[in-house]
């Protein structure tokens, strides 16, 4: 019968061989096989990210609780709960989380988290009775700018929404306004607009020029975004995959393509591939990929942006490529009967995709078994590497 070592024991002897001991040596100190070793090795040897190293055991564990994490905002967002909460209350929790954790989340994603518009939760601030008189008229001065501001198309500026004020008996100072604009982010269309514009689309390049194959993970993700009519209503499907294995690494279904859906769903595949550094995100140019919520966001986490040029989908092939097999093989052969059908079709054909479904491109490996593949070689050469034996 097989002695058994305690865990301890075997730790112990990982970290020594992590600091340079010979497995030769360790094996016959200690009186156990290499291959016991070598098995030890594998279970217990360190995983050095960014900010902590740990164990494959401790990894795989926070990959489970990610995971879990995940499968809760799916089922909350499934369930439709949000939506059945009278709004009043909604905002009234948004603003004493707002209150309590100001310091730790922002308004926008206490709101984004309760679905409540950030306008909204600003004007329910506005109106509160317990401002004193000059709050409550800057509330609203703030209010009837931004009224201004939205009836011009959002082209005037301080000095063109001071003189309509002016008109209608209320002089307000030029500086003043701006400072509510900027407070509001309210920007309006400048004199320069057509060089800003040049320049903004100077900045939006191509880094990836169709060179799809890339030799670790989380280093390029492409995505894209379609759409499908389920009785008469709209979905839209935004996916994210990683270059390196083609693996669907997050999506999300929504009933408007806004930017916020694009949002949602990289900061899903970003907390679910664990934060990665030197990333670049390729997509086409539509409007939530080129939106300034959405560029801001990207930079927060230091992320390089690639577009595609205009009216060339080869430049994103790899998504266009996902979503036509995904509609051969499964959308196209399906008669969906709502939302929630739609909904389960999609996650169970993205498992399929990641987890059964072999790839030509990977050598008729699933991205999931490619992605596993690059990760065992690699803990190989990292424990090889700090060893010798």
Known sequence: MPKKYPDEFKVKAIRRYEKGESIQSLCQELHISQSTLYHWRREYCSIQTATHTYTPKEFDSITRRLQKAEHKLEIIQLSGYLSKVPLQDRIATLEHLHTEFTKVYSVHELCEALDVARGTFYNHIFRRADRSKYESEQAQLALKVKQIFDDSEQRYGAEKIRTILISNGLHVSKKHISAIMQELGLHSVRTDAKKLYKAQQRKKQDLLNREFRVDHPNHIWVSDITYFKIKGSWLYLCVIIDLFSRKVIAHR???????????TTFRAAYAERGMPKNLTFHSDRGGQYI?????????????????????????????????????????????????????????????????VRPHATLKYKTPQAFEAAYTNDYIEKTCSNSGGG
């Open 291 to 355: 939106s300034d919520a959405f560029s801001k966001l990207l930079q927060q986490f230091g992320v390089k942006q690639s577009f595609s040029a205009t009216a060339r989908p080869h430049d994103n092939a790899v998504a266009e490529a996902f979503f036509a097999t995904f509609k051969k093989e499964e959308a196209y052969r399906r008669e969906y009967t709502s939302e929630r059908h739609f909904r389960q079709s999609v996650d169970g054909y993205i498992c399929f995709y990641n987890e």
């Open 253 to 263: 279904i929504s009933r408007s393509a806004s930017t916020r859906l694009v949002t």
